[in-house]
């Protein structure tokens, strides 16, 4: 009898001991952790999701960083209505310290770095449970994952940062922002602006290496992904980062930093994806009859973001029947100055950038109707195009390319100009650009910048790498005061130095 | 020589023995004459002599008389006893009577020899008891009892004739020997003396040798102060509970009470983060204490809605030495609770019904009345449009309606209108089954409503449990069901506070047919509030509770026992909130005018919720007593799963009042989604507890138990806790033993770390969820929904303890102690640097310092037998303190003061600054109102004046902790009558007057204001005015004129001293005489009266949306 409820207890403490470690670690059923997260390659490959639909918030390239604020930060449209509550006024005049400006300086920055935060526990996780996942899942996730860390961050510093910086030695001691790796509670120390860029070009070389074997680059047949890519996962491959579009954000990386080294660097990449990425099926070039379809020529993009509802998104932003009291948020050119960019008088007549991308609206401005750009407005709600906001298109390759012909220390004005004439072409530009100085063919670069990329966010941040001292809508000397968005007062109370 | 000595003693102590022995009858052998002429006779000869003479007769065996030699007696008329003291002197016997018997016994050896005496000790239900300690007093030595309750012990000499049992949760027992060699000993528990033990829910100690401080409330003094429910009363007892008011709650019968003990040591959880408001009770409060019933962990909510009657015993563990047992779950202090044990002799049935009166205590308001009203309006400018006349005469013809109505005598009272006297009622029938040996229970079942003083609000409970027990051999089988269906109304009527705004020349009926009216002014749209209460309005919630807990026995061997407990508990809740289309929620234009939204009118909410507990523990203890010490050693094994799971699911849109169920909803409240929570808590942890004590003098107490919780992150799982207790019993001294004043005198002193981890979810780890309503091309994404902070610790508070228990026999009992504890890693919300991706985490933060006094008296100023005068009072203070903060809340402090910075706000921020006391009142200096202009002065921090209110410029101005608070009170009882009346008072906290602050200054002129408005606001210049003009900003960019916000100032920062008549209780025990002829055992019949009156020095409106009530009660207890 003793012995019999001895061994009882004994069996009651050795169930009650036994495997409690186990027995401990468990999610209540509303919650997934971590470890159970990144348990699977769907795990993975949701939390690489996430980060795309992250990037898809309104404060990010959903709206402010793509179509609508930076837009305005760069005078692209008629100055919006003042003195009314809630929309982008204070911003798109620079007033900085203004509540609702200070909505998106904050909301920028804390949403960039949220997506940062995602892809730094996923990148964590992707080593730790390296054998969970094969070769292929590994090596493209986790090239995207560094990709979108470095995209966030060189946007972040191109808001956050100073531009021109080539030009501006005293830049070199001061320090960016943060770049982060690391998802934790504790402050990521700031480094100098060249730490810093190396850090994102450390990144995207990686992200190139092990896109290597992305199937873009048809280094390997079809049929090695057929498995691997049961579910689809694989295709699309321009709604996410994929070889060539990581190739030509390192190309306006280095752009960005502006050294001589930096652009024959720059060179060296646009020209790998000018050579293959339309070769290798990546890409095609839109027409004049395609475009009407395809309002937002998604067949040249490199990459774009997947947003739902975008129409509906922008509808109050953009549309035809525009009440300059009330509509607030109504963004749209006026019709002189579209006239003006597209030099339709002149050379522009046949662009069809101009004459399928923008439409008269209701609003009148100068005695004529204005117009409002058609990129997300105007794509018909069957279209399959609808719903995407490009982040990389391949003019951009063609453009970096030619400036860092003429910018060269023998600058080869002959190759720019081929360039830029082969994507006027494209746009229905007949008349060609010939003899050119090297000054001019920049003139001429940052033209077809305007006219390619409305409505792309773009724009501010080509002023701002070229240190340009007037901007539409701006009557001052556009400086750092405009170019350089103040910090988030949390992190200026935490310390941190701009 | 000295042999001859002890010899006489001893033979002196033998007769005064036998004197005493015969006691009564010792008359009737002196009476007794006898003459006899024996010669050398046998003895058994003497006998038949005696027999013929006397009515005695002998009883003897023949195995004591057989070898004595022959007697000779020659008496003449001597009495009896002289002779028998003759004949027996020279033999070896002696003799006893009983009656009109006289027994022959056997001598005691008059050697210095051994002797071995053995025996059985058994419990009142001939249950042995195993590892009873048997002493011989004035020796060291002593044995223990074996499994089956033996023993077997050594008497030196003749000199020891009394041996001693002792065993915890028995009384004492001595007992003195005579010639018999087996004795069969019955020890009776000692669980009636209540101070006698200290429950701890794991194991019971012997309050004499406990270290820890604890103070023990029977279920006699729970009854003495009310008959509510357990925390009720226990708000007049023990004033090292605090019970936070909830002035916006007030007596609202479904409202859960607050309370912490000993201060307050964790930061405001956050519950907005999670976005979800739940009804029901499901995750725990910081700062709340931990409730233990019948050994397994409870909730607030189960404590509130049990019987009673149920109750045996509360103990309230404080320090580190008492609390340490639950480790990481105590530092809030620990709430035992304990049902009535079996008695199990006797079979009882007892009926006890009460009837509960409670009627609102409206003292508090001080509301204008519809003139004063009238005239307020009209100087603060709302019948004044000078720029424009078609307003203005708009204006003027409702002024003049209105004024024609309160000339008419319009003045409608409505803060009477959603109220009423609740009377509530209780039945509660307890049948105790038990005269069996091995099988016994109680059965009792219950049913209690509780009517609110708003209309139609109330809470019952229907619960019934079991108690059984049953002993096999010797293992001891017990469990406790209980069941509880509770199913509580909010009041169709709404909230009080809608009340108290309404304008008193509104009307709530018609003056001619007294029919409620929809709108209070048809004019203006203004709908009458009363009007809801009709239309079917419904917010009910209902919950079932199932509580199973099981025990098991036994002893493993003659030092060892084991307790085995299991317990499952499951409880299934659900709420209702159904606004039927034509509530004054959709009277609004906008519902009205718009077809689409005319559609959504009416809405509900459907709340459903799952919880259950099941937990296990195993705890094997040693006793042993050797000589002078004693050691007690436990140790334990606890595992622990704990879930629920709520969802919230909202529907719009219903065509009728009538059609109150969710399912005739038009569709799922736009824009909304079925909500929900959840939470898995798994915990493990082991316990080792030790006590040793030398000769009952010094004692020492250790406790380690270490515990892991699912809850925290693999780097910072196993929390341990441990205390250290040391103790003197002074009285047990030689130098005070002998003096009879001090039953008790003990010097305590504990030290100890106890964690704390009422926290929701768990912070430490990433979680991560989907982006539900989005994909991305046809792909789901997940993301990192927390910032993880793997670093996470327990929150740990380590306490000091120094206490004094003394106890004047039958004149006064003292309890004092003094505490300082130090809370550290103090879990709260801390800003991050948005750069880490989020902009708060969940982290360890600062340490808090608490520390004060707790005394507590009663004295007993008269008694006579049953009948007593006792008065008692008790005191506490408890001062908090910030001792360190790290840097992160200093960023947090920033974006508090940032809020102050708000125009709009109406209230003091919290701020927590080092040196401060957490519940700091943090305001703006004010000097008070510029009679020239009406503005506020405000003092800078260097001394300059301003009108501009800088949040920098915020100080601490006053502390809502009281420095002292307690009670003091009265209980008496003479031939069955008794009264009891308890006082509770505080002192020395201030309280920021918010209700007066929004209901003069940021007032909304279109609602009901404080009559003070009227006479105290600025209005011309050179007036000495109390409170400010007020004034419009708006917001940049923003073209709303916006009322400023009077915002936190000293001006209205008030002393807070409160005294209240908590209770008042009358009772009569029927005595004997009269219930033995109705064959009833006992009964009794009590008049209660609780929160009588509120003596205060800040007059603040009192119960915001639901009012203060008084309440009465009057309650009958038969036992049959």
């Known amino acids: ?498 | 020589m000295n042999n001859f000595i002890k010899h006489g003693h001893l033979r002196l102590l033998l007769v005064v023995c036998c004197l005493s022995l015969s006691g009564g009858l010792s008359g009737a052998i002196q009476q007794e004459r006898i003459t006899l002429d024996l010669r050398d006779v046998p003895i058994t000869q003497f006998f038949k002599e005696i027999e013929k003479q006397t009515p005695f007769r002998f009883f003897y065996k023949n195995s004591q008389v057989e070898n004595l030699s022959n007697i000779t007696i020659v008496v003449q008329d001597k009495t009896l006893s002289s002779v028998l003291e003759q004949v027996f002197e020279q033999s070896n016997l002696n003799y006893e009577i009983t009656g009109n018997q006289i027994v022959i016994i056997q001598k005691e050896s008059n050697q210095n020899k051994e002797r071995v005496i053995t025996g059985v000790v058994v419990d009142k239900n001939s249950m042995p008891l195993a590892g009873v300690a048997v002493v011989i007093p004035g020796t060291t030595k002593g044995v223990t009892t074996d499994e089956n309750g033996k023993f077997s012990i050594v008497i030196p000499t003749e000199k020891y004739n009394r041996i001693g049992f002792r065993m915890i949760g028995m009384k004492d027992l001595e007992i003195t020997l005579d010639n018999r060699k087996f004795y069969e000993v019955i020890m009776e528990e000692s669980s009636l003396q209540l101070s006698d033990v200290i429950v701890t829910g794991i194991v019971d100690r012997k309050a004499e040798n406990f270290t820890g401080s604890a103070s023990t409330i029977s279920s006699k003094d729970l009854v003495r102060v009310g008959n509510r429910n357990v925390l009720e009363s226990l708000k007049n007892i023990d004033p090292s509970i605090y019970f936070i008011d909830n002035f916006s709650q007030g007596s609202n019968p479904n409202a859960l009470p607050q309370m912490q003990i000993r201060g307050t040591s964790s930061f405001p959880s956050d519950q907005s983060s999670t976005g979800i408001t739940l009804k029901g009770n499901y995750g725990n409060i910081p700062n709340m204490p931990l409730f233990i019933l019948d050994g397994f962990e409870s909730t607030v909510e189960r404590i509130m809605d049990m019987d009673m009657n149920r109750v045996e015993r509360v103990t309230i563990l404080k320090d580190a030495s008492a609390k340490a047992l639950y480790g990481s779950k105590a530092a809030n202090g620990v709430i035992v609770i304990e049902t009535k044990k079996l008695l199990g002799d006797q079979q009882r049935v007892t009926y006890t019904g009460s009837m509960d009166i409670s009627m609102p205590d409206l003292t508090s308001y001080n509301l204008a009345n519809a003139e004063e009203k009238l005239e307020i309006e009209r100087i603060e400018g709302v019948y004044s449009y000078p720029d424009n006349l078609e307003e203005q005469l708009k204006a003027n013809k409702l002024y003049n309606e209105r004024k024609k109505l309160i000339k008419e005598g319009l003045d409608t009272y409505w803060l009477s209108k959603p109220l009423r006297v609740g009377v509530g009622t209780k039945h509660n029938i307890n049948i105790e089954l038990g005269d069996s040996k091995s099988l016994k229970g109680i059965a009792d079942f219950t049913y209690n409503k509780i009517n609110g003083v708003m209309k139609d609000s109330y809470r019952r409970n229907i619960s019934g449990s079991v108690n059984l027990s049953y002993r096999y051999k010797n293992i001891l089988f017990r469990n406790i069901m209980t069941a509880v269906s509770n199913f509580s109304q909010e009041s169709p009527w709404g909230t009080f506070g809608d009340y108290v705004k309404m304008n008193p020349y509104w009307r709530s009926n018609d003056p001619e047919t007294g029919l409620l009216l929809r709108w209070a002014e048809p004019s203006t749209f203004t709908p009458n509030p009363m009007y809801d209460a009709t239309i079917g309005t419904l917010n009910t919630s209902s919950y079932l509770d199932f509580t199973d807990n099981f025990y098991v026995e036994t002893r493993l061997s003659k030092y060892i026992k084991a307790i085995l407990r299991m317990g499952v508990s499951a409880k299934r809740s659900g709420a209702d909130e159904f606004l039927p289309a034509n509530h004054s929620k959709f009277s609004t234009s906008s519902y009205i005018n718009n077809e689409e939204l005319k559609m959504k009118r009416g809405s509900y909410r459907l709340d459903n919720g799952k919880s259950s507990d099941v937990s296990g523990d195993l705890n094997v203890s040693y006793t042993r007593n050797l000589d002078k010490h004693f050691v007690f050693v436990n140790i334990g094994t606890f595992a622990s799963e704990s879930s629920y799971s709520a969802y919230v699911n909202v529907a719009e849109g219903f065509p009728n009042n009538q059609a109150a169920d969710i399912t005739f909803a038009r569709q799922y409240a736009e824009g909304s989604k079925p909500l929900g929570l959840s939470s898995l808590n798994r915990e493990i942890s082991f316990l080792g507890t030790a006590n040793y004590s030398y000769d009952n003098k010094y004692l020492l107490d250790a406790t380690y138990r270490i515990s892991a919780s699912s809850l925290y992150g693999k780097d910072n799982r196993w929390a341990p806790g441990w205390s250290i207790g040391l103790g003197w019993n002074i009285h047990r001294e030689s130098f005070l033993k002998d003096s009879n004043i001090f039953e008790q005198l003990k010097l305590r002193a504990s030290v100890g770390v106890t964690g704390n981890q009422n926290f929701n979810t768990s912070y430490a780890v990433g979680t991560y969820n989907y982006f539900t309503d989005y994909n991305y091309d046809g792909f789901t994404g997940a993301f990192l929904s927390n910032l993880p902070n793997s670093g996470l610790k327990w929150e740990q508070k380590k306490d000091y303890n120094l206490g004094i228990d003394v106890s004047v026999k039958g004149i006064l009992q003292l309890k004092a102690d003094y505490y300082d504890s130090y809370t550290k890693n103090l879990v709260a919300d801390v800003s991050v640097s948005p750069s880490t991706g989020f902009s708060i985490v969940k982290d360890n933060l600062g340490l808090v310092r608490n520390r004060g006094y707790e005394i507590n008296a009663n004295v007993n100023i008269w008694q006579r037998g049953q009948n007593f005068v006792n008065v008692y009072g008790s005191v506490a203070s408890n001062k908090n303190t910030i001792k360190e903060l790290s840097e992160s809340m200093k960023a947090y402090n920033a974006l508090q003061e940032k809020a102050a910075a708000d125009r709009a706000n109406n209230k003091p921020v919290l701020k927590y600054v080092d040196g401060m006391p957490m519940q700091a009142i943090w305001v703006v200096q004010s000097l008070g109102i510029d009679p020239m202009n009406g503005y506020e002065v405000y003092v800078k921090r260097d001394g300059s004046r301003t009108y501009i209110y800088d949040p920098l410029d915020l100080v601490v101005g006053g502390n809502q902790e009281p420095k002292v608070r307690g009670h003091f009170g009265l209980s008496a009882e003479y031939k069955g009558l008794g009264f009891s009346t308890t006082f509770r008072y505080l002192a020395g906290g201030q309280l920021y007057n918010q209700t007066l602050v929004d209901r003069v200054e940021n007032i909304d002129i279109n609602y009901n204001v404080d009559r003070r408005v009227l006479l105290g606001r600025w209005q011309t210049p050179g007036q000495n005015a109390l409170f400010k003009r007020l004034g419009t900003f708006q917001y940049e960019g923003d073209p709303l004129a916006r009322q400023e916000k009077t915002r936190a100032t000293s001006r209205f920062v008030q002393d807070r001293n409160e005294l209240t008549w908590g209770s008042a209780t009358i009772y009569y025990e029927f005595p004997k005489k009269i219930l033995d002829r109705l064959s009833i055992q006992r009964m009794r019949f009590s008049v209660y009266m609780n929160d009588i009156l509120v003596i205060s020095s800040i007059k603040t409106e009192r119960g915001l949306n639901y009012p203060f009530a008084r309440t009465a009660s009057c309650s009958l207890s038969i036992t049959f």
Not at chain 1, 251 to 278: D, P
């Open chain 1, 1 to 498: 009898m003793k012995t019999f409820k001895i061994s009882i207890s004994v069996i009651v403490f050795a169930i009650l001991i036994s495997s409690c470690k186990d027995w401990l670690d468990v999610t209540p059923p509303s919650q997934i952790r971590e470890e159970d997260q990144f348990n699977s390659v769907e795990g993975f490959q949701q939390a690489l999701i996430g980060c795309y639909i992250a990037m898809t918030d309104e404060m990010l390239y959903g709206r402010a960083l793509s179509w609508s604020t930076i837009e305005l930060m760069a005078g692209q449209f008629e100055p919006l209505q003042p003195s009314t509550y809630g929309n982008d006024y204070n911003i798109s005049i620079y007033n900085y310290k203004s509540t609702t400006a200070i909505k998106y300086i904050d909301g920028i920055w804390s949403k960039g770095y949220n997506v940062i935060a995602n892809v730094n526990n996923a990148l964590k996780y992707i080593d730790l449970n390296k054998k969970m996942l094969d070769n292929v899942n590994y090596s493209i996730i986790k090239g995207e994952l560094l990709a979108i860390r470095a995209f966030m961050h060189f946007d972040l510093m191109r808001l956050y940062g100073y531009g021109n910086i080539v030009a501006r030695t005293d830049i070199a001691a001061k320090v960016a922002i943060p770049y982060v790796t690391v998802l934790g509670k504790d402050m990521t120390q700031q480094l100098s602006y060249a730490q810093t860029i190396n850090l994102i070009i450390k990144d995207l070389e990686d992200a190139i290496e092990l896109l290597e074997i992305d199937p873009v680059t048809q280094n390997q047949p079809a049929s090695f992904y057929s498995e691997i890519n049961i579910d689809g996962f694989y295709n699309n491959r321009q709604h996410r980062f994929n070889y060539y579009a990581v190739n030509l954000l390192l190309a306006r990386v280095y752009m960005w930093e502006g050294s001589s080294a930096s652009i024959s660097k720059a060179l060296q990449l646009a020209n790998l994806v000018i050579a293959n990425a339309e070769s290798r099926g990546l890409v095609s070039w839109a027409t004049s009859t395609s475009v009407s379809e395809d309002v937002i020529m998604k067949s040249e993009h490199l990459l774009s973001l997947n947003i739902q509802n975008l129409i509906s998104k922008t509808a109050d932003y953009f549309k035809l029947e525009i009440v300059d009291a009330s509509d607030i948020k109504a963004q749209y050119v006026s019709s002189d100055r579209l006239l003006s960019i597209y030099e339709v008088t002149s050379v522009g007549s046949t662009d069809y950038r101009f004459s399928k991308q923008f439409i008269q609206n209701s609003a009148i401005v100068g005695g004529k109707n204005a117009y409002t750009p058609l990129k997300y407005f105007g794509v018909a709600s069957t279209a399959v195009t609808k719903n995407y906001v490009p982040l990389i298109r391949i003019p951009e390759a063609y453009y970096i390319a030619a400036e860092c012909y003429v910018r060269q220390s023998v600058p080869d004005v002959q190759s720019a100009l081929d360039l830029l004439n082969f994507v006027r072409q494209k746009r229905g530009i007949v008349a060609q650009l010939e003899g050119l100085s090297a000054e001019n063919v920049m003139n001429e670069i940052v033209k077809e910048y305007k006219k390619e990329f409305y409505c792309e966010g773009v724009m501010f941040f080509l002023y701002k790498r070229l240190g340009i001292k007037t901007i539409p809508n701006y009557n001052g000397e556009a400086g750092d005061n405009i170019y350089v968005l103040p910090y988030p007062d949390t992190e200026i109370q935490m310390g941190r130095e701009q």
